[in-house]
């Protein structure tokens, strides 16, 4: 065996370990960070930045602050990830 296959093969198992161990951080992501599921939830927002209004346990309140302007999102949790059910901007007021 020549060492050129040895570190192919070892380049491959470290390939498929780290998109194994991304692919588990993703999932953390939508099921047990709601605070991280918003940025992958809603990536066309630019969020700035986030603040939890609520937390009913399944369901939370965000003030979402974005390049645009604010935004309420409410999460739910359902079949053990995080949704939005509510997205509403918010008016600044003159």
Not at 53 to 77: C, M
């Amino acid at each position: 065996m020549s060492i050129w296959m040895i570190l192919a093969a070892t380049a491959i198992i470290v390939a498929f370990a780290l998109l194994a161990r991304a692919s588990l951080n993703l999932h953390a992501a939508l099921t047990d960070k709601p605070d991280l599921a918003m940025y992958i939830l809603m990536p066309e927002t630019h969020i700035q930045k986030i603040d939890l209004l609520r937390d009913h346990g399944k369901e939370r309140d965000y003030l979402v602050t974005t390049a645009t302007g604010s935004l309420f999102v409410k999460l739910q949790k359902s079949d053990g990830k995080w949704n939005i059910i509510e997205q509403e901007p918010l008016r600044a007021d003159e």
